[in-house]
């Protein structure tokens, strides 16, 4: 075949498969059967194959996988993932209900959908063609996962239509239930570990490096929600309809309602019907339709004030407490664990359950013996309701919390105001320290992947590894050669752990990279109590280095944004300590980086401390308008979502939003196009 008439074919097979796609994924309506579906994708596969250079990266053959992935990058969100406000009462949608109308006024129109029991997504597209597909993670940034995202059947790789050129869609890629019993069923015959439930299966998959993995796990996805700042519509039903047009599976299951009785309607029809369901849902979500109310309600620091999750009551059975064990984590926290008699909720066998703290098992008088109601908070961690105290025998003693450390015997504390107890053998208590060398090594800190798979405690138990600054001291011949045995459990079989040529090399290998970790990361892989991601990055960005940091004063640190009294006397506390300085000098010997580099001096700034910025419109690519909004960002101002009273300035690209520009100049809010951006920056346009 020659190639112009090659080209030709191609083009021809791509559009009726995609059709095929469209047909089969959106509309559920397949006009040809999977066995001439699979003939022309075999045609389309042999021929990219004979001809490469006509090969697409927006091939219906994409979606077979074969693309290796080794580390997921990570990617911030251009607008922040929130998370929803649950609800479990009809009272509590009655309040925002009101809440909403005494805001908006009456004439105000709700969107009803189901919520989705999967793994939120973000699926970026410029000029109709995907280009990233990223999970939700923290809100603010997430992993970049495009190449198992187009596996995905049901996720366009190019979208067809009227469509805007740059358009963020968010959805939930989930699991059925017959592809989540073909999946354990498949891994039972080999041998493998089943999965506990569609959701975590669906995570799982999302993860896995091998995309023709992905692929053969058939995921599926709805998406829920269009960002664009040139959408033709003002509304999200109309908006999702249009979606639908342009290629994307929308949910059948979703309603416009006009008052709270419509919603209650719907609410009652799902919590009877999900379970007739293909798929697993754990509530209703409610939206305002209007994106102009949408705009007005705005949102908190953590959820939309213009949506509601109603969350549909789990499933609760009732078992005898066996016992109840405990559990101290890397900050010497003590968590009480049910010990039940077996019983099967929700899909999978119960045997334990988390009892949070003292104060819970005093408020639910919960006793060794007891028949207790267990349920799964969102349909995954079991825990303990309440007790059934009709079978409580007479014989029965109230519980005593213990007073000792169960793993190294010392007296426990308490912090005022603090329900939880704590071992305060923060050096000497073994479940601690090898908590802390497991968070210094995990992919969001120093990311040596090298020591997972239980090597931490072989180190541990032959006195290798006592505190983080040990790894930098390893050598081949310490590791070589080291093995355990760890018996079978309840969830994995019998295995050994042991440390032959190649993993010695790539221990050695990893911890030598992990050098090279920037500054942030690594005062977060210190394991300071409170300092999570975000604490880590804003005093990195503040005080430079580590040096800076410990010379800085509780009364400084409460200055830096977002820093409270808490925050700031665990910091004070812990770098002070003279086991943490050992520590921060023997990692400085190292050569770990304890401070910014050059590069990323020169690109923070405070010139726009205190202000708030809506980037918004098109600024040539989305590229651009990310960089725009690192600008921000870097120079100390903060990036907002909607145009409200608290927006500083707008920086404004073309195809600009008409409602984002109207509330503006209500406002009275500053408009900025691009240049006079840079010139607040004193930069030069590039």
């Known amino acids: 075949m020659e190639l112009e008439h090659a080209r030709t074919r191609i083009e021809e097979l791509t559009e009726m498969i995609e059709q095929h796609n469209y047909n089969y994924y959106v509309l559920n309506a397949p006009t040809i059967s999977d066995y001439e579906f699979d003939k022309l994708m075999a045609e389309l596969i042999k021929l990219e194959k004979q001809f490469p250079q006509l090969a697409s990266p927006y091939s219906p053959t994409q979606r077979v996988g074969g693309e290796i992935t080794k580390e997921f990058q990570t990617v911030r969100h251009r607008t922040p993932m929130l998370s929803l406000s649950n609800t479990y009462t009809d009272t509590e949608i009655r309040d925002f209900d009101q809440r909403v109308r005494k805001t908006i006024g009456n004439e105000v129109e709700y969107v009803c959908e189901l919520k989705f029991d999967g793994v939120a997504i973000s699926l970026i597209y410029e000029d109709g063609k995907l280009i990233r597909g990223v999970t939700r993670g923290d809100g603010t940034q997430g992993d970049d996962v495009t190449a198992n995202v187009k596996t995905i059947r049901s996720i366009p790789l190019r979208l067809k239509g009227d469509f805007p050129s740059q358009l963020e869609m968010r959805g939930e890629i989930y699991m059925t239930h017959a592809e989540f019993n073909r999946l354990n069923q498949e891994r039972e015959e080999i041998g493998e570990i089943p999965f506990v439930n569609p959701r975590n299966a669906a995570a799982g998959s999302l993860k896995l490096q091998d995309s023709t993995e992905v692929a053969h796990r058939h995921l599926e996805c709805f998406v829920y929600y269009v960002l664009s700042d040139s959408l033709k519509y003002d509304n999200h039903y109309d908006s999702l309809m249009a979606a639908c047009n342009w290629g994307f599976r929308i949910s059948p299951y979703i309603s416009r309602c006009k008052n709270i009785?419509?919603?209650?309607?719907?609410?009652?029809?799902?919590?009877?019907?999900?379970?007739?369901?293909?798929?697993?849902?754990?509530?209703?979500?409610?939206?305002?339709?209007?994106?102009?109310?949408?705009?007005?309600?705005?949102?908190?620091?953590?959820?939309?004030?213009?949506?509601?999750?109603?969350?549909?009551?789990?499933?609760?059975?009732?078992?005898?407490?066996?016992?109840?064990?405990?559990?101290?984590?890397?900050?010497?926290?003590?968590?009480?664990?049910?010990?039940?008699e077996p019983v099967f909720l929700a899909g999978t066998t119960v045997k334990r359950a988390t009892l949070h703290n003292a104060d819970i098992i005093a408020s639910l008088d919960i006793r060794v013996g007891d028949y207790v109601f267990v349920e799964k908070g969102g349909e995954i961690i079991p825990k303990i309701t309440g007790v059934d105290f009709s079978k409580r025998p007479p014989s029965s003693q109230p519980f005593t919390f213990i007073e000792y450390c169960p793993e190294c015997g010392t007296h426990l504390r308490k912090n005022p105001g603090e329900a939880t107890w704590y071992c305060p053998n923060e050096t000497g208590c073994p479940p601690q320290i090898k908590g802390r060398l497991e968070h210094f090594i995990s992919r969001k800190a120093m990311n040596i992947e090298s020591l997972g798979e239980g090597r931490i405690e072989i180190l541990y138990e032959n006195r290798l590894v006592r505190k983080i600054s040990d790894f930098y001291k390893l050598t081949y011949n310490q590791l070589i050669g080291l093995k355990k045995v760890y018996p079978a459990t309840d969830k994995t079989p019998a295995r050994v752990v042991s440390f032959r040529e190649k993993t010695v090399e790539n221990i050695l290998k990893g911890i030598e990279q992990s050098k090279s970790v920037p500054f942030p990361r690594v005062l977060y892989a210190l394991g300071i109590r409170y300092v999570g991601e975000t604490v880590a990055r804003k005093l990195a960005l503040h005080y430079h280095s580590i040096d800076r940091l410990m010379q800085a004063s509780f009364e400084e640190l409460i200055l830096v944004d977002e820093i409270g009294e808490k925050i700031a006397e665990s910091i004070v506390k812990t770098l002070h300590q003279?086991?943490?300085?050992?520590?921060?000098?023997?990692?400085k010997k190292a050569g770990v980086q304890m401070s910014l580099s050059v590069e990323e001096k020169q690109t923070q700034g405070n010139i726009l401390a205190g202000k708030t910025f809506v980037v918004s419109g098109d600024f040539g690519s989305a590229e651009r308008r990310r960089e725009i909004e690192q600008m921000v960002v870097n120079n100390g101002g903060k990036l907002g979502t909607s145009v409200s009273s608290k927006t500083s300035f707008i920086v404004a690209g073309s195809q600009m939003g008409p409602s984002k520009k109207q509330k503006a100049i209500e406002l009275g809010i500053p408009l900025l196009n691009e240049q006079e951006f840079l010139d607040l920056l004193g930069k030069s346009h590039p």
Do not use: C, Y
């Open 261 to 340: 009785d419509e919603i209650f309607d719907f609410i009652e029809e799902w919590n009877k019907g999900r379970e007739h369901l293909p798929f697993d849902i754990d509530g209703v979500v409610i939206k305002v339709n209007s994106f102009r109310h949408q705009q007005i309600l705005g949102t908190t620091a953590k959820s939309p004030r213009w949506a509601i999750a109603f969350k549909f009551q789990p499933e609760s059975v009732s078992t005898r407490l066996l016992n109840i064990s405990f559990q101290v984590g890397r900050t010497g926290a003590i968590t009480p664990v049910a010990e039940l």
């Open 578 to 587: 003279p086991e943490m300085k050992e520590i921060i000098e023997e990692l």
